[in-house]
């Protein structure tokens, strides 16, 4: 069910990456001419307003859709933070719980869940209490904390596949548009010899790097949002950690 909301979440957040895509696109080549002769006509000639225009929209529609798909991953995140304001485990100091009481701690989780409230610090308190009540041994069940927690944060971190390679994608298109705006550079140099009018061959070197300088612009905005989403995974997963073990396993006594 969750992989298939996240499927229609990607196909509405494709149509609006193609639209804002051409809006923006439209919107910097419409403020390119109105501002033509000021001192933000390079910036808008740049964003839009020149080169080849299927590499920047494309450059656009592929970094609109990352950051989407960043936001729906950030979205996922701090919805799995309410978790933490259920009060599954007990805070209080001094508090040690016997193997009965972690047994109820679990029952607990189990109610929850049979109300439709999941969430994945739940279901890691769960698989801890089950993990001590297999083998009723807290060491086994530290064990079993880091291999649940390290095997969720890498399955969280492969959902990112998508937008690693957006990341590698982008300043590609940007150096194939620069490809393109050059190989036309040299065909205008035919002209050039006939003619004598340096103009269209200096205009089409001028714009030639524009698509790059726009992809590596988009890159840089895009990585920081990546490395920015994959602190904040961090983050909370060292603080599920945290707290099950402060609140569960070390407080567990044996008699």
């Known amino acids: 069910m969750q992989q298939q909301l996240f499927s229609n979440t990607r196909v509405v957040n494709l149509v609006i990456s193609i639209l804002g895509a051409f809006l923006f696109w439209q919107a910097a080549s419409l403020l390119a001419d109105l501002t033509a002769g000021t001192g933000l006509h ?22 609109i859709f990352g950051v ?44 929850m869940e049979q109300k ?22 807290i060491g086994d069940t530290m064990q079993a904390l880091d291999a649940h927690l390290d095997a969720s944060q890498k399955q969280q971190e492969g959902q990112l596949e998508t937008v690693r390679y957006i990341i590698q994608t982008v300043p590609m298109l940007g150096f194939i548009g620069t490809i393109i705006e050059l190989t036309a550079s040299l065909r205008l140099v035919k002209n050039f010899q006939k003619t004598g009018d340096i103009t269209e061959v200096s205009n089409a070197l001028y714009s030639a790097f524009d698509a790059t300088l726009v992809a590596l612009g988009l890159t840089i905005i895009l990585t920081f949002l990546y490395h920015r989403h994959i602190e904040n995974l961090d983050v909370f997963f060292a603080r599920i950690k945290a707290y099950i073990m402060d609140n569960l396993v070390s407080r567990i006594y044996n008699r």
């Open 42 to 63: 390079p910036m808008f000639r740049v964003l839009g307003g020149s080169g080849v225009a299927f590499v920047k929209i494309l450059a656009y529609l592929t970094f």
């Open 68 to 111: 989407l798909e960043l936001r729906e991953r950030s979205k996922q995140i701090a919805k799995e933070e309410q978790g933490f304001h259920f009060g599954l485990l007990p805070t209080q100091e001094q508090l040690v719980l016997t193997p009965e009481e972690v047994e109820q701690i679990k029952h607990e989780t189990l109610k």
């Open 116 to 137: 439709g409230q999941f969430f994945f610090v739940s279901s890691i308190i769960k698989k801890t209490c089950t993990q001590y009540r297999n083998d009723n041994n």
